[in-house]
């Protein structure tokens, strides 16, 4: 199975301040297609996962222009340029292109 | 827009069984695959099974694999998850997801939990 690797496991960020999230595979992530198969997601306390971005930098519709994603092969990351309130949760990375699906660990953001 | 409503989750005993259903709105449920993923309690997310559109295919993770049939009613906008001889380790929030490699869209989750 893949793995997928995230970090750090906690971020603590102020608000207004930019934030990364690091997320790395265990092999390419790139389809036979040529598309990677690389989504962002993010879970708010007590609410179902959401998913930010698709294919490594596609954002999902209503989703705030702050939260951009990037990367290629087997090192992908999330960025938020301007963290608010609203981004307390935690984010997992997931590769759709290899059998089973994985998910990355989770990173726990939260405000300083 | 879409929606998808889980039910049937409750407490059941190891080595029992349980159904789940999802219910679908807001998309022409007939062109998706869709899946179920699932999350114990503090922990991350697990996929659990998918199944295609026209149910031509299915694929389960190996920790359910034998025990979890997964099955959908188009005309129904349904999608089911049959659970049986259930383990502690089953324990999670289940939920009904569109789509198989994108995970567009999420449920909101049923709780099983596997206890005696």
């Known amino acids: 199975d893949v793995v997928m690797t995230q970090s750090p496991l906690s971020l603590p960020v102020t608000l207004g301040q930019p934030a990364s999230i690091s997320c790395r595979s265990s092999q390419s992530l790139v389809y036979s297609d040529g598309s990677t198969y690389l989504n962002w997601f993010q879970q708010r306390p007590g609410q179902s996962p959401r998913r930010l971005i698709y294919k490594v930098f596609h954002r999902d519709s209503g989703v705030p222009d702050r939260f951009s994603g990037s990367g290629s092969g087997t090192d992908f990351t999330l960025h938020i340029s301007r963290v608010e309130a609203e981004d307390v949760g935690v984010y997992y990375c997931m590769q759709g292109t290899h059998w089973p699906l994985t998910f990355g660990g989770g990173t726990k953001v939260e405000i300083k | 827009q879409v929606q998808l409503v889980e039910s049937g989750g409750g407490l059941v005993k190891p080595g029992g069984s349980l159904r789940l259903s999802c219910s679908a709105s807001?998309?022409?449920?007939?062109?998706?695959?869709m899946s179920w993923i699932r999350q114990a309690p503090g922990r991350g997310l697990e996929w659990v099974a998918y199944?295609?559109?026209?149910?031509?295919?299915?694929d389960y993770a190996d920790s359910v694999k034998g025990r979890f049939t997964i099955s959908r009613d188009n005309a129904k906008n349904s999608l089911y998850l049959q659970m049986n001889n259930v383990r502690v380790e089953d324990t999670a929030i289940y939920y009904c997801v569109r789509d198989r490699r994108e995970l567009e869209n999420w449920g909101q989750g049923a709780l099983v939990t596997v206890s005696s």
């Open positions: 199944i295609h559109s026209a149910s031509y295919y299915v």
């Open positions: 807001g998309f022409r449920f007939s062109d998706y695959y």
